[in-house]
């Protein structure tokens, strides 16, 4: 039979060695869900991601090259990337350095005969807005119903936007 003096020595000691044991393992560290975002969706990254586009006074970067937009503050990522479509062959949007020129939540293209819900107006009659994102547009950036009610919200008349190759 063993002694409550030896069964509180045993438990001691296993104690010590399983203190010791789990303050020396590092905590794990993930791998963020998408590259440039935050760990965790929702939860904005600890580490602002910088800028792809170089004008530090955009509040709005798209690169057409990738099909992805952003939202920018003082030249790091508050939302993004997001998904875009752009303009088809003879359709292009242009690479340029542009200015937010009007916002509609609910407007209607008689060009086009469609709806733009939550339309942010930049580069002439141009805007980001809803729409398929799988097939190009005659100029218009497409976008997810989420990522153009977030340049809705985001963006004002007279904010920079940049497109980038």
């Not at 203190?19 to 020396?24: D, K, L, Q």
């Not at 407007?107 to 086009?112: D, N, V």
């Amino acid at each position: 039979m063993v002694s409550k003096r030896v069964l509180g020595w045993v438990a001691r000691g296993a104690a010590v060695v399983a203190v010791a044991g789990f303050s020396s393992v590092a905590p794990a560290v993930a791998e963020p869900l998408f590259p440039g975002g935050p760990d965790v969706p929702g939860i904005p990254s600890i580490i602002a991601t910088p800028s792809p586009c170089p004008v530090v006074e955009a509040r709005a970067c798209m690169r057409l090259s990738t099909n992805e937009a952003w939202l920018v503050d003082n030249g790091r990522v508050v939302f993004g990337p997001t998904p875009i479509s752009h303009g088809k062959a003879g359709f292009e949007t242009p690479p340029a350095v542009t200015r937010v020129s009007f916002k509609r939540e609910f407007h209607w293209s008689t060009m086009h005969n469609a709806p733009m819900r939550w339309a942010t107006f930049f580069n002439g009659d141009m805007a980001f807005h809803v729409g398929p994102i799988q097939a190009q547009s005659h100029g218009c950036v497409r976008m997810t119903e989420d990522g153009a009610h977030r340049f809705f919200d985001y963006l004002n008349p007279g904010d920079i936007v940049q497109v980038i190759v």
